[in-house]
C-alpha cells in the first residue's frame, strides 16, 4: 500500500513538474505586428485572443482594422482587436499542448495547431494542414 501511496505521488509530481512551463499570459511574435493573450477557456482548454495591434486602423479607411477575408460573409465586419483567433488546446507532455486550431486574420484561413514552450519566455507556435510535420512555425516572446 505504502509503495502504491508513493508511486501515485512521484506520478503527480512529474505531471507537475512536466507543466512546469506555462504558455498563460502576453506574447508576441517575430513581426510584432501585435500581442496575443493566452489564457485558459473551456475548463483545462487553452485560447488566445489579439489584445494590441501595432497598426490598430486601416491605413485606407482609418477606421479599426476587421476581419475583411474571412471566408464567412457575416464575420468580416468583426474587429481583429479582442479577437479569438486560437482555441482547443489541451495539454499533451513535455510542455506542449496541442489539438488547437489557429485563425489568421490576414489570409482568413484556419490551420491545426500546436504551441510547445521552448522555456519561460519562448515558445514554437505551429500551425499545419493534416500532419504536424509540415507547416509552418514561429517564435513568439513573452511580453508578460
Do not use: H
Not at 501595432?54 to 471566408?71: F, S, Y
Not at 500546436?114 to 522555456?119: A, D, E, H
Amino acid at each position: 500500500m505504502l509503495f502504491l501511496c508513493l508511486a501515485l505521488l512521484l506520478g503527480f509530481t512529474k505531471f507537475a513538474a512536466a507543466q512546469s512551463l506555462s504558455p498563460l499570459g502576453t506574447w508576441t511574435n517575430a513581426e510584432k505586428k501585435a500581442t496575443f493573450e493566452i489564457y485558459k477557456c473551456d475548463g483545462d482548454k487553452l485560447c488566445g485572443k489579439i489584445v494590441s495591434l501595432t497598426v490598430p486602423n486601416d491605413p485606407k479607411t482609418g477606421k479599426p482594422k476587421t476581419d475583411t477575408v474571412n471566408p464567412d460573409p457575416k464575420l468580416r465586419s468583426r474587429p481583429r482587436l479582442g479577437m479569438v483567433f486560437m482555441q482547443g488546446f489541451e495539454y499533451d507532455s513535455d510542455n506542449k499542448w496541442d489539438d488547437g486550431k489557429i485563425y489568421d486574420p490576414e489570409s482568413g484561413k484556419t490551420y491545426s495547431c500546436y504551441i510547445k514552450m521552448q522555456n519561460a519566455n519562448t515558445m514554437e507556435v505551429k500551425g499545419y494542414i493534416g500532419f504536424s510535420m509540415i507547416g509552418r512555425s514561429q517564435t513568439w516572446t513573452r511580453v508578460k
